[in-house]
């Protein structure tokens, strides 16, 4: 089994690109009891880049009509 306890979480609340990067650290300091998976929903049209995603690259495929946020 890969987890032995796996918590979900189904967000109620649609949030904002920093809104969600923020509840998702948080998340990480409550995981002491194992893992969570949450779903959750986008307030606004955004871009999530991961740490080695290039902004300009994200602009270039998605344009400037999103906003872009940071993992």
């Given at each position: ?34 893992p969570i998976l949450r779903f959750y929903d986008w307030s ?28």
């Amino acid at each position: 089994m890969l987890f032995e306890n796996l918590r979900v979480w189904r967000d109620p609340v649609a949030r904002s690109g920093p809104e969600n990067m923020a509840v998702d650290e948080w998340l990480t300091t409550q995981a002491e009891d194992g893992p969570i998976l949450r779903f959750y929903d986008w307030s606004g049209d955004w871009v999530s880049l991961g740490y080695f995603q290039s902004l300009a690259e994200a602009q270039r495929l998605f344009g400037n009509d999103v906003s872009y946020v940071r993992r």
